[in-house]
């Protein structure tokens, strides 16, 4: 099992840049493919970016935010991190990251995801 904690959220301004991490603890995660979802009240879950494994690291992203986030991992450190630029209003929202043990990838779907934090609220308001 792991745990997963993120870390990170605040208030920002419209355009602002915000640096989103996720601790995992219990296991190395290393082998997990991992994500960042977000979801905003009354809305679905939706998925932003992915990490393949450790033996590839390859990123894939939403078409929503393709060019402004970035996602990276350090599994010496058991942490994902979601970098976050020229934010906008609507992106207020939970953020919650997810990790798949059975490092599949490419993966985008919640039901692929089975660990989850408890999620950093992220408010972009002028």
């Known amino acids: 099992q792991v745990q997963l904690v993120e870390s990170g959220g605040g208030l920002v301004q419209p355009g602002d840049s915000l640096q989103l991490s996720c601790a995992a603890t219990?296991?190395?995660?290393?082998?997990?493919?991992m994500g960042w979802f977000r979801q905003a009240p009354g809305k679905e879950r939706e998925f932003l970016a992915g990490i393949n494994t450790w033996g590839k690291r390859s990123t894939y992203y939403a078409d929503s935010i393709y060019g402004r986030f970035v996602i990276f991992r350090d599994n010496d450190k058991n942490t994902v991190y979601l970098y976050m630029d020229k934010l906008k209003l609507a992106e207020t929202a939970t953020y919650y990251c997810a990790g798949d043990e059975a490092g599949r990838s490419q993966t985008r779907n919640v039901g692929e995801y089975k660990y989850w934090g408890q999620g950093t609220q992220v408010t972009v308001s002028s």
């Open positions: 219990g296991r190395s995660f290393s082998t997990y493919t």
